[in-house]
């Protein structure tokens, strides 16, 4: 076997791993917090899509009663329901936190 495909081979299994266990952690988290800031990146080229057409990426940052500051990545739908201000609730086993 060819020394690049085993490498590519390898880099993708960590990361797959690495993946695992980051969405794990995030599901298995609970907490309640305020949304303290909403980032959106734009005018990122997705070269999958046909004439590589731009998209942005939402974030929404949460500071927990705890004062621990929290990242999510959510669709730009959520994105836009969202003040900053808002409280909310993420309960384990829950993707994403939801307004109260």
Avoid at 6 to 30: C, H, L, N
Wanted: hydrophobic share 40%; with cysteine; glycine share 8%.
């Amino acid at each position: 076997m060819n020394l690049t495909l085993i490498i590519v081979i390898v880099a993708v299994v960590i990361a797959t791993i690495i993946g695992y266990f980051v969405v794990t952690k995030q599901i298995k988290s609970a907490w309640k917090g305020t949304l303290v800031d909403k980032k959106e990146t734009r005018n990122r080229v997705d070269r999958s899509r046909p004439g590589g057409a731009a998209y942005s990426i939402y974030y929404l940052i949460f500071e927990t009663e705890e004062g621990k500051k929290i990242k999510f990545s959510v669709n730009g739908d959520f994105y836009a329901e969202c003040q900053v201000g808002d409280k909310f609730e993420k309960k384990s086993g829950d993707q994403n936190p939801k307004k109260i």
